[in-house]
């Protein structure tokens, strides 16, 4: 049975860091691409970051320069996020694409997988 378990959320000030953590657990972790996805107050769910097996990430412009994903060999990933601002605020979701891709995608529907998501919020 797959897991995903996002953790790291909260409460922080305009500029201010998170680091969002998502631990899966009945996944060949090493062999998925990990993404991020977030979702606001009556928005579609959005790409944020994604890593695939071989470490290759893609990012969504809006993030770029201030987000870093990055996984480890303990079937953890991670979303460092720096300089954030109040239209990051959102449910910010994990999630498994099983498909050994050369880039990782940024569509929600090539992930099988979603974990429970964890609520960021920013103010101003």
Known sequence: ???LVESGGGLVQAGGSLRLSCAASGVT???YA????RQAPGKDREFVAAINWSGITTYADSVKGRFTISRDNANTV??????LKPEDTAVYYCAADRRRSVVPSFSVYDYDHWGQGTQVTVSS
């Not at 990990?34 to 996805?37: C, D, R, T």
């Open 29 to 31: 972790f090493s062999s």
């Open 1 to 3: 049975q797959v897991q």
């Open 34 to 37: 990990m993404g991020w996805f």
């Open 78 to 83: 991670y979303l460092q996020m720096d300089s």
